[in-house]
């Protein structure tokens, strides 16, 4: 049984102070720091990019769990691993080969993660189970922080969980979208076990991170 992880998502940090910001998650228990980069083309928002990301990478000591919700996607893969990505999670629809992209992320020494949104099955990266580190849940339709979660994608998380109890694998299961104090149990029953949370982390009993953290992992 896998430790549940809990990867605040910067989108939903004060932009004017990210550095302050990720320094607040890290004294508040998170394990990672999400961060969701957006391109304005792949999703209809435009958030941060490699510079932002190798200006933060001094200021924190966890793992960067970087989501890239960009398309294309696989010419821009080294810029995110050099800025300072430890996870690198691309979208299956986002690259021309996904085996590829995987491959190169990998030969980056980062470890790899696939997304899949609300309305993606998961016969898109089935194939690809036994060489990933992480398959990525959307509970939203990406794009923006503080949307309503989506309970239909759990039967995939149990599919998911299925799968790798069946053919012995150990990728990690993440959730990313609305998850609150009242739908993380739920998640995580279904499998998740690193839950991705925004608006619930920095906005709740008035943004006292180290207490929403501990309440998501249901300490
Ligand atoms: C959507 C983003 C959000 C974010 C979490 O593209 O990926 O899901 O990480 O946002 P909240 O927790 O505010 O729903
Ligand atoms: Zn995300």
Not at 2 to 12: G, R, Y
Not at 22 to 50: Q, R, S, W, Y
């Amino acid at each position: 049984m896998k430790n549940i992880q809990i990867s605040p998502s910067i989108l939903s940090a004060d932009f004017s102070q990210l550095g302050t910001e990720i320094k607040k998650l890290e004294e508040g228990g998170a394990d990672m720091i999400h961060v969701d980069v957006m391109d304005g083309h792949f999703v209809p928002n435009l958030t941060i990019g490699p510079p932002v990301i190798k200006a933060l990478r001094k200021h924190c000591s966890l793992k960067f769990d970087v989501h890239l919700m960009i398309s294309p996607v696989h010419k821009y893969i080294k810029a995110y691993a050099d800025a300072g990505a430890d996870i690198i999670t691309i979208h299956p629809e986002a690259t021309q080969s996904l085996g590829e992209s995987i491959k190169t992320i990998k030969d980056l020494n980062k470890k790899v993660g696939v997304s899949l949104n609300p309305e993606s099955k998961i016969d898109l990266i089935t194939e690809f189970l036994d060489q990933i580190d992480l398959v990525l849940i959307m509970s939203v339709n990406p794009g923006f922080g503080g949307q309503k979660f989506m309970p239909e994608v759990l039967d995939k998380i149990k599919q998911l969980k299925k799968i790798q109890q069946e053919k012995n694998l150990n990728f990690d299961i993440e959730i990313d979208g609305g998850i609150n104090f009242e739908n993380s149990k739920i998640a995580i029953d279904a499998g998740a076990n690193i839950l991705v949370s925004g608006t619930t982390v920095f906005k709740s009993n008035d943004g006292d991170i180290k207490k929403n953290i501990n309440l998501l992992k249901l300490k």
